[in-house]
């Protein structure tokens, strides 16, 4: 059997307002990822995709706070750790590629030095470090389609989506067990999109990157990385399981209407007109108390007002929703 590599258990991630109230941005969200798997998350802008990969990164910050829950990373919870703790498994066991992470190299230094400076916040050999610059870096430069002399450059000399690849290739140069990427291609053109996919797969293929949960608009990019995926709506999860049984076979009424209205695979999912559903996504900061897609569903039935849908388990997939409960789950 696969090794679990992460087990978010009932995660509870908000943000505080200065007002008093919250934004209740990641509400009870538990799923698992085990060795080879790439999760793909898909979800329209504000369902709380972000906020996800930031929490079970350990990376959350005021206004954002982990309210409830677990992160457990080979049966460690993460959230439980210090700065000098996390700081050791970054990189190496957990990499994050952030949202717009070509924004975030530092302007100051070289790629090259960039690197090294990575590297040897994780790495107590010289040699090693050394070894690693001399081979493997620029094997993944070819691998992502990036020329040797950008090692050379400063961050502002390159084009975002140089930076963005140069971002994506120290993200992954410790081969983590988990990679967490958050929309790691929406800013990038066709082509370059394709290769960094292709550069992912091979490095999930080759074993060299463990497990990845990856965020995305794009089905399409879902399609062609993951073997599971999920879908948040409103703060939940609502439904995850495996890529082809979600793709085929979508369970709630959401994922259904999801996938029945995208036109072909490449399409933004904020750019489409959801078939057969009207309506926006509740307010985050007083959701409804029953089901957060009550309002929009046309399946709804009384209770799904009055409770929270319970998790149900239907062949590889869990959904939330009342429809596939057995009895009225009291
Ligand atoms: N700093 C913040 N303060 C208050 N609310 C926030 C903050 N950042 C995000 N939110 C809210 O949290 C919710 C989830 O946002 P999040 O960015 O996680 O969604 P997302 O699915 O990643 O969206 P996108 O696809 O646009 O990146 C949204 O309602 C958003 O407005």
Known sequence: MAENVLSVERLKAYYFLENGLSVKAVDDVSF???ENDVLGIVGESGSGKSTLAIAISALAKPPLRVVDGKVLFKGIDILKLSN??????RMEHV?????FAMDALNPTITIKRLLRDALKSHIDSDEKIEEIMNSRVPERLSMIGLPKWVLDRYPFELSGGMRQ??????STILDPDLL???EPTSSLDVVTQRLVIQFLNELVESRRVKSMLFIT??????AQLANKIGVMYAGKLIEVG???DVLKEPLHPYTKALIMSIPKYGTNINKIRLKGLKGEPPSLVNPPKGCRFYDRCPY??????????PLVKVGSTTVTCWLFAKGDGQ
């Not at 000098?84 to 498994?89: V, Y």
Request: with cysteine.
């Open 180 to 182: 967490i990427a958050d």
């Open 32 to 34: 698992i990822i085990n």
């Open 300 to 309: 709804r039935m009384d209770i799904c007002k009055e409770k929270e849908p």
């Open 165 to 170: 690849r140069v971002s994506i290739m120290i």
């Open 217 to 222: 608009h794009d089905i399409g990019v879902i």
């Open 95 to 99: 990499s994050l590629i952030p949202q």
């Open 84 to 89: 000098e703790e996390l700081r050791r498994i």
């Open 242 to 244: 495996n890529a082809n």
